[in-house]
T-cell receptor, first 106, second 118 residues
């Protein structure tokens, strides 16, 4: 079955703390994975994609095929990182996880 | 327009009423997607168009749901005889290119249409 799992509904940290938002996937093919973000009162938007191996707003995500994971990490969280984060898998359509709400307290 | 535009932003319908939700994608975008997002859930795929062709409608929950994109631009999602379980935010997204490759690029989302069925 094709599935994306985000086990945490809510993750709360203080400003400056490291952040890791977990994402695991189930897919028999070669996976293409993404992180999308939705800030308060804004539309869903692409944060980063694994094929680009990029760092956006200090966030990185590494595809680990052995663990079927694509966790999103940032070493020092900022208040403006507070948002809903969705992991997504390309299977000829994007399959989204249920999302993790990140709260960064001052 | 600058982005994907959806209307209405909010719709309240009585159970059994028909509704139509409109999506105006970014000009020139080949691919158009509809997603349904229930409260507390991630977006769930409904259907996909490449230009005017509906290539995948596997996510439509019942035959009460119908989508079209007759001229390869604006799309309409129609829900007939609405039920309470249809209450959700309906998201439209577009992508510049088609096919699976289009998904390796960026999907641009609209703000969504929030449907409440009483």
């Amino acid at each position: 079955a094709q599935r994306v799992t985000q086990p945490e509904k809510l993750l709360s940290v203080f400003k400056g703390a490291p952040v890791e938002l977990k994402c695991n996937y189930s897919y028999s093919g070669s996976p293409e994975l993404f992180w999308y973000v939705q800030y308060s009162r804004q539309r869903l938007q692409l944060l980063l994609r694994h094929i680009s191996r990029e760092s956006i707003k200090g966030f990185t995500a590494d595809l680990n095929k052995g663990e079927t994971s694509f966790h999103l990490k940032k070493p020092f969280a900022q208040e403006e990182d507070s948002a809903m984060y969705y992991c997504a898998l390309n299977t000829d359509k994007l399959i989204f996880g249920t999302g993790t709400r990140l709260q960064v307290f001052p | 327009g600058a982005g994907v535009s959806q209307s209405p932003r909010y719709k309240v319908a009585k159970r059994g009423q028909d509704v139509a939700l409109r999506c105006d994608p970014i000009s020139g975008h080949v691919s158009l997607f509809w997603y349904q997002q229930a409260l507390g859930q991630g977006p769930e795929f409904l259907t996909y168009f490449q230009n005017e062709a509906q290539l995948d409608k596997s996510g439509l929950p019942s035959d009460r749901f119908f989508a079209e994109r007759p001229e390869g631009s604006v799309s309409t999602l129609k829900i007939q005889r609405t039920q309470q379980e249809d209450s959700a935010v309906y998201l439209c997204a577009s992508s510049l290119i088609g096919g699976r490759a289009g998904l390796t690029g960026e999907l641009f989302f609209g703000e969504g249409s929030r449907l409440t069925v009483l």
